[in-house]
């Protein structure tokens, strides 16, 4: 049986490493850190962890804690997230991924960063101001090469 994202990456303990490596980095990064005033909380972290947790193929309690996918976009409207810090934030991503001791086959990262993509690409579309927030909607799960479609806008 094929192993879950979330399985092959080592759990939540694993995703917490990348997501802590990561907004460590966004904290020091000037083109990000103004997103965050005051730094990236530990309420900020926690949820968001449990969020790719899910997305990952994890237990749903972002959905069932926290509101699920509109929740989640919400957070991200009128942010008006530019291509740069899209881009910068892959980057960044990336870079935590190898700080985290995540896995490194090919596979793996491709698909990591494949919804580090489609995500952050979402969450710039719905970032811009005017745009509709999604209302309802199940968070996407991520897997071994496949991406749920994109409708922009949202």
Do not use: C, K
């Amino acid at each position: 049986m094929t192993p879950t994202l979330i399985e092959w990456a080592g759990g939540e303990q694993a995703l917490r490493r990348l997501l802590d490596a990561f907004y460590d980095r966004v904290e020091r990064d000037d083109l990000l850190a103004p997103m965050f005033p005051g730094g990236v909380s530990e309420e900020h972290r926690a949820h968001v962890t449990v969020w790719w947790v899910e997305v990952f193929g994890g237990p749903a309690r972002y959905t069932s804690e926290h509101g699920g996918y509109s929740t989640m976009l919400a957070h991200h409207i009128d942010l008006g997230i530019t291509a740069e810090q899209r881009r910068r934030f892959v980057e960044l991503m990336s870079i935590a991924a190898d700080a985290a001791g995540l896995p490194d086959d090919p596979e793996f990262r491709s698909a990591l960063l494949a919804y580090v993509e489609w995500g952050t690409r979402l969450a710039m579309a719905n970032s811009q101001p005017g745009a509709q927030p999604i209302r309802q909607a199940p968070v996407p799960r991520w897997g071994w090469g496949v991406a749920p479609p994109y409708e922009p806008g949202g």
